[in-house]
């Protein structure tokens, strides 16, 4: 998986999608709970890689998880046994699609629609924010690869067909499946 | 030889490539690189339009975007688009442009007799004429004004492209406005401190004056070589800054060239929006008109525009002008005109021999001190003008163009909208306005300094200070080609007016004399925005650029106060004219809003539904092309006679949970949840705060603190935002998590008697008996063996399981589904038919939850809990809320059954038609009770129930005796759906 010297290469992401969010007053529950389970928890706008998924938080309490895709549900599943009530924990797999951009036109591309500053210095590895685009809300990440993009599920064609028609003048690729473990390994080399 | 014609090589037209278009029907020739004025001047058009009012022949005045009267309509694939300034559009091949507001021809022009009609047609004439009869004004003199008056025409949508226009977000550190001397010296300074800067320069080059002047050649180049080096500056030309909106946000116009435009689709505009920590402003001083009779003769054109179509375009103005200036820069037109073999007939200066005359002078150029113009001869173009001084007889001079400036006034506005204050600056008789300093600076001519070198110094040091305001480390002073020493000037003597009889305009584009702005004075329209709306002066494309300030002054005359103390009118965004197809940029057509599509769209598809627009959903209304009711009512009786299928995923899904997770859902509803047994879901009902219904929904309990709440598809988004306002602002104690799951499951209504056997196939692991799992039954199963969730609910009256899996999953199951329900012929069912079922059975939806009903409206007040506090409880308990005559729920049947109704019919009785009882809100032909059935509210609906009505359509000419009964016409028992 490499990234394109010219123009955008737009690649879906699939990968299981966890939520977790902690209960006012057990927020160091969660803390201890991902600790057990090897994640470590980013601060709000904030992505890490590890052995596990991605993790990324743009609302302060809670988590996105994304991990490699298994059974319906079951990432989920796992997590609320362990958690035994120590946190909310929502599985978002069919409600999010992910999209990796990669190149050196994917900020100039994304300005068309992103009000965010993606400038590297401004947005730089491991950054995540939520916005809208096209109507749409979006959650962006930049990870060592390119720029990890999550929308709602059922609005996401209107998107991928928008992001498609807009990274045309700058050369557009379209890529097969980019997978979490292939990010996570990247991302912390 | 007279008349304007190309005498020479200009800095922005190529030689070597000449390009074919057509004026008013005209084949005419002129360069790569030439605007349209430049390439009609080159080919010795003067006359190129006819004023607003009057008709008067109008010529080329300027040579920017503060263009008044050099207007065309441009006529291209996709129509007619008007008021294009010649002045900044491009010449391109095949380009054809027409002129404005004549008819028949732009020679002679019908309506030039408003011309001569004149005194009779002064500023505001039609509030005061036409008042008699009152009847005409709309029907005759309006439409005849309004035909008479004008500019373009617009006869087709304008950029019926792909992709008309589109909005880019920008950020900077540093926005510099403008890329004269001083722009492009604080662009340097900036970026070398490490800054990112964004250049914008609405010319197609950078340079502003610079390319005005061969001196400074070598320096501009420079500066763009350095300028071009630094990674963190970009420049943008043709990119003009529109308005200042706070917070470091401007907005700005940027017109693609030619290859930009060819490489995103044939794009013309770009909106760009800019954030910005600091701006600077270095945006220049517009040239001012003087006030004279005559003074919109074609061939009268202002000094720098002359100067900049000489430099740029090669292009002279005129082969013999007469100069009428009041200061010490417009000589450099006449020095450059004299330099490249213009016969420059004299310079016309009220002031005594200066440094500047005296140059002209040992040029060989005739100077008259201490003179005016005081009219000018000729029609269609100047042909002479004679001159006044005092103690000399007048003479008249023979000439082709009249070249004038009456000064320069720093461009105020994206200052002013920052909120910086005007201050008046007597040396360059002219206003300027600096931001606040937290917003930016402004340097050079819009600072009012005058000369190249001058504005550059100042702008380096605005840059320096700009900098270490943010920061940053000041970079060391720039090496390169020293920039030219300015020259000395003599100061310039104000003159606004020369006062002679005629029409001396201060805004030519809406035609507004000097008599006019005094006429507004005697009338009271003394404030200057109250003068400028009487008048129309500085409206309009050009926003008065070049003599809003002329008519202020001419204003402060007639009130005898100074001009500081009258000000100049306050500007608002936009500077310049902006398509309306840029402000919309690319969410226009497909990407016009965002379409949410069903997990199982594409299936929905292939299926042969007929979508409809729900919100954003789009949603299989019925499995037919057809118009007709028949397939609608084939769905709905398989329901009711067997068994039918549904998607129901546009229902909004909210997961609740928390240690306070049954506390807050107890005050969001008006009814009790946290008596709700874990496996089970309650109907439930929101208020609003004002006590009127919100939303309903079932809620499900899938633990002791988790539940699945579910809204209507219209209020989904609406609900999630009262949930999180309410959690957030008012329960802030409690706590409680929400997330919308609205995307995470598909969820299928199998419904009909049938139910329970297709249901039990793809749920093997349930028992789905009456006993094990009852009517509200919740449970968590292997679904076609998919973990999903199982419903015992009903929105159609029948026995009916919902089922809820990932979405990602829902194909597998929906077909596992249909193969189950296949020895039952079971059937999907669309909106259409869902609507018939609920109607059938008085379920409501958002048709009644208008918004308008109360509770105890729709028969719902035994559900409002007796006890503990909800939203909307105080307000809903009043007695208005609980009127025997308000609108009630009731359901509705034609008497003769053959008749059908409509939504929207108005109750009325027999003996008092006019006056409407109530309204049809949901009606349908039925499958199981003959004829159509429907839901109305009716003022004392229930008291009603057993009487007769009429139901009425006066637009279609219906009307119907009708039964008022119950709204729950069948089963009202509800033995269907606990079968």
């Known amino acids: 998986m490499s990234a394109p010297e010219t123009g955008i290469a737009l690649a879906p992401c699939p990968a299981d999608l966890v939520e977790l969010v902690a209960f006012r007053e057990r927020a160091g529950d969660l803390g201890q709970l991902a600790a057990e389970r090897g994640v470590r928890l980013p601060g709000p706008g904030e992505l890490v890689a590890g052995p596990e998924g991605l993790t990324l938080s743009v ?67 491991g950054r995540a924010a939520a916005t809208i685009m096209v109507q749409v809300p979006a959650i962006l990440a930049r990870l060592t690869p390119g720029m990890l993009l999550l929308t709602p599920a059922t609005t996401a064609l209107h998107l991928r067909e928008w992001l498609v028609q807009a990274s045309r003048p700058f050369g557009l690729a379209l890529a097969s499946d980019a997978t979490v473990s292939e990010l996570c390994k990247e991302s912390s080399t | 030889m007279r008349g304007p014609a190309r005498i020479g090589q200009g800095l922005l037209t190529d030689p070597t490539r000449r390009i074919g278009f057509q004026f008013d029907g005209a084949a005419l020739e002129g360069l790569a690189g030439d605007t349209l004025a430049s390439a009609l001047l080159a080919n010795g058009r003067r006359l190129v339009g006819r004023s607003f009012k009057y008709h008067r022949p109008r010529g080329i005045v300027t040579a920017g975007s503060e263009e008044p009267c050099a207007l065309v309509d441009v006529i291209g694939a996709a129509g007619r688009e008007p008021n294009r300034l010649a002045t900044t559009l491009p010449v391109s091949e ?68 792909a992709a008309p226009a589109e909005i880019v977000h920008d950020h900077a550190d540093v926005l510099v406005v403008g890329a004269g001397s001083a722009g492009l010296a604080a662009a340097e300074v900036l970026g070398s401190a490490g800054l990112r800067v964004l250049l914008a320069e609405q010319d197609v080059a950078l340079g502003g004056g610079t390319l005005l002047d061969p001196r400074w050649s070598a320096w501009r180049e420079e500066t763009c070589r350095r300028l ?67 003074n919109d003769v074609p061939g009268v054109m202002l000094a720098g525009a002359a100067l900049r179509f000489l430099r740029c375009y090669g292009v002279a103005a005129g082969r013999h002008p007469v100069l009428f200036v009041n200061n010490d820069e417009a000589y450099e037109t006449a020095l450059a005109l004299a330099d490249a073999g213009v016969r420059v007939a004299a310079v016309i200066d009220p002031r005594p021999i200066g440094l500047a005359a005296a140059r002209a002078q040992a040029a060989g150029i005739g100077v008259l001190a201490g003179a005016c113009v005081t009219r000018v001869f000729g029609r269609r173009g100047v042909r002479r003008v004679r001159v006044a001084a005092p103690g000399a007889a007048d003479r008249i001079i023979d000439a082709d163009a009249l070249l004038i400036s009456g000064g320069y006034t720093p461009a105020t506005s994206l200052a002013s909208q920052l909120g910086g204050r005007l201050e008046w600056q007597e040396g360059i008789a002219a206003f300027t306005a600096d931001p606040p300093p937290a917003a930016g600076r402004s340097a050079g001519a819009a600072r009012g300094l005058c000369g190249l070198a001058t ?67 005697r009338e009271g329209y003394e404030h200057i925005e109250h003068m400028k709306r009487f008048t129309t002066c500085s409206m309009a494309t050009d926003q008065g650029r070049i003599g809003g300030l002329v008519a202020g002054a001419v204003l402060a005359a007639a009130l005898g106060k100074p001009l500081a103390e009258v000000g100049q009118v306050k500007p608002r965004p936009f500077a310049e004219p902006v398509p309306f197809a840029a402000l919309a940029g690319g969410e226009v057509r497909g990407h016009y809003k965002p379409r949410r599509r069903l997990p199982l769209h594409e299936w929905h598809e292939r299926s042969g539904a007929t979508f409809v627009n729900t919100g954003l959903w789009l949603r299989p209304l019925v499995y037919s092309r057809a118009s007709s009711w028949e397939p609608v009512l084939e769905e709905a009786r398989a329901v009711r006679r067997s068994v039918g299928i549904t998607d129901v995923s546009t229902l909004g899904k909210i997961d609740v949970q928390g240690p306070d ?69 008012v329960c802030r104690d409690l706590d409680v998590v929400l997330t919308d799951v609205c995307d995470q499951w598909a969820q299928f209504a199998i419904a009909g008697p049938r139910a329970r056997e297709v249901a039990a196939a793809v749920i093997p692991g349930l028992d789905l008996s009456n006993n094990a799992f009852p009517f509200m039954a919740v449970a968590e199963a292997k679904i076609a063996g998919i973990s999903g969730r199982v419903f015992r609910i009903s929105f159609s009256g029948e026995l009916a399981y919902e089922l809820a899996v990932p979405a990602a999953a829902a194909p597998t199951v929906w077909q596992a589904a249909l193969e189950a329900g296949r020895p039952f012929a079971i059937r999907p069912y669309g909106l259409d038919a869902l609507n ?50 308000r609108l009630q729920l009731v359901g509705v049947r034609p008497v003769d059954r053959a008749q059908r109704l409509r939504n929207g019919m108005q109750l009325v009785a027999p003996e008092a038609r006019s006056s409407s009882l109530g309204y049809i809100t949901s009606s349908t032909p039925s499958v199981e009770l003959e004829g159509w059935v429907g839901l109305a509210l009716l003022a004392g609906g229930r008291a009603r129930i057993g009487t007769r009505l009429v139901g009425t359509s006066p637009i279609h000419a219906e009307s119907t005796e009708l039964e008022i009964v119950s709204p729950h016409m069948l089963d009202p028992e509800n033995t269907r759906v606990r079968a």
């Open chain 1, 59 to 125: 609302r302060p309490g809670r988590w996105l998880l994304l991990s490699r895709p298994v059974a319906a549900g079951e990432s989920a599943r796992r997590w609320a046994e362990a958690s035994r009530g120590r946190c909310a924990v929502a599985d978002l797999s069919s409600a999010v699609a992910a999209f990796l951009l990669r190149g050196p036109a994917v900020g100039e591309m994304l300005a068309r629609a992103c009000r965010l500053d993606l400038e590297p210095r401004a947005f730089p590895v």
């Open chain 2, 94 to 161: 095949g380009l054809v442009a027409v002129s404005q507001n004549r008819w028949p021809s732009l020679n002679l022009d019908v309506l030039s007799l408003n011309d001569l009609l004149g005194r009779f047609l002064p500023a505001g004439f039609y509030y005061k004429t036409f008042m008699a009869p009152g009847w005409a004004w709309e029907r005759i003199y309006e439409p005849l004004i309004r035909r008479a008056a004008g500019l373009g025409k617009l006869e087709a949508i304008v950029g019926d492209h």
């Open chain 2, 228 to 294: 071009a080096a630094l990674p963190a500056v970009r420049c943008l030309v043709r990119t003009a800054v529109l308005g200042a909106y706070g917070h470091g946000v401007f907005g700005a116009l940027e017109t693609l060239g030619p290859r930009e435009s060819a490489r995103f689709g044939g794009l013309r505009e770009r909106l760009r929006i800019v954030r910005a920590r600091r701006v600077l402003l270095a945006c220049g001083a517009p040239e001012r008109l003087i006030a004279f009779p005559g």
């Open chain 2, 455 to 521: 504005a550059a110094e100042n702008g380096a040091r605005a840059g320096r200070a700009l900098a270490a305001e943010l920061g940053c480390a000041l970079p060391p002073l720039a090496s390169g080609s020293a920039p030219p020493p300015d020259r000395n000037a003599t100061p310039l003597v104000p003159l606004w007016e020369v006062r002679s009889p005629g029409k001396a305009f201060v805004d030519l584009q809406n035609d507004v004399t000097a008599e006019d702005v005094r006429l507004a004075c």
């Open chain 2, 661 to 729: 997770a049954a506390r807050f859902l107890d005050f969001i509803y008006a009814n009790t949840f946290s008596t709700l047994a874990v496996g089970r879901a309650r109907y439930g009902i929101m208020l609003r705060e004002d006590g009127m219904l919100f939303d309903d929904g079932t809620t499900s309990r899938l633990g002791s603190s988790h539940f699945l709440l579910t809204t209507t598809t219209a209020n989904s988004a609406a609900a999630l935002e009262h949930l999180e306002f309410h959690l957030q602002a």
């Open chain 2, 836 to 885: 018939t079922l609920r109607i059938e059975k008085g379920h409501v939806t958002t048709a009644e939850l208008n918004g308008n009903t109360s509770a105890d409206d729709l028969g719902f007040q035994r559900m409002l809990k007796k006890s503990g506090d909800f939203i909307g409880r105080t307000l809903a308990a009043r007695p208005a809320l609980t009127a025997p005559d």
